[in-house]
């Protein structure tokens, strides 16, 4: 059973920093690209970032210079640091995995159940 297990959120005062963590754990071979996205009360989910196997980061516009995603293959966890918090990044944060589990063909999408990120004006 492969799941991901985020940590990380809080509640922070506009202009603070913090940083959330992603691990993958169960039956898994291999894992291609890991990214973070959001969902803000009444809006859709969106994309944060993502960063593939060999380290190609992509950032959303709306986070480029204040948000970075890292990752630790031997460990298989994402991070995204995330600093000059604003009120407008206030979301749940969920991290997703392309993963493909030992002994299956293929890769899948996983999510985390995702973190709660509130920045105080």
């Known amino acids: 059973q492969v799941q991901l297990v985020e940590s990380g959120g809080g509640l922070v005062q506009a202009g603070g920093s913090l940083r959330l963590s992603c691990a993958a754990s169960g039956n898994i071979f291999s894992i291609n690209t890991m990214g973070w996205y959001r969902q803000a009360p009444g809006k859709q989910r969106e994309l944060v970032a993502t960063i593939t196997a060999g380290g190609s980061t992509n950032h959303a516009d709306s986070v480029k210079g204040r948000f970075t995603i890292s990752r630790d293959n031997a460990k298989n966890t994402v991070y995204l640091q995330m600093n000059s918090l604003k009120p407008k990044d206030t979301a749940v944060y969920y991290c997703?995995?392309?993963?493909?589990?030992?002994?299956?063909?293929?890769?899948?999408?996983?999510w985390g159940q995702g973190t709660q990120v509130t920045v105080s004006s």
């Open positions: 997703n995995a392309d993963i493909n589990p030992a002994g299956w063909a293929g890769y899948y999408s996983y």
